[in-house]
């Protein structure tokens, strides 16, 4: 849907922010593609840690993880027989990157490039 048509129909702050948020969706899930089978900890927003090899990640961030293990077998027990797990994206908190694999350097200049294009 064009942004005029949704100011449209939305009004205009409503539209710059579902805007932004859809920019910085599109960000993150192209940088977390790149990390497809690399160790990462998932950190959910029930205190839940999980370790594991990222698999795959779609638009709405949600993960799949495999080879997973939980950080704290001792709270979560029920979680050691699990091997594999998809985590909805909205009950992410965070996601622990390994930093040799994180190229600091590409981030930085996408998003430069992408609050440059914002100002315009």
Known sequence: MDINRCKKIYGEIKVSYLYLKQKFFQLFYSFFKSLIGKDVVVELKND?????????????????????NVTDAEKYPHMLSV??????????????????????????????????????
């Open 48 to 68: 839940l840690s999980i370790c594991g090899t990222l698999h795959s990640v779609d638009q709405y961030l949600n993960i799949k993880l495999t080879d997973i």
């Open 83 to 120: 091997k594999n797990c998809f985590v909805r994206g909205s009950v992410v908190r965070y996601v622990q990157l390994p930093a040799d694999e994180v190229d600091t350097q590409l981030l930085q200049d996408a998003a430069r490039r992408e609050a440059h294009s914002q100002r315009q």
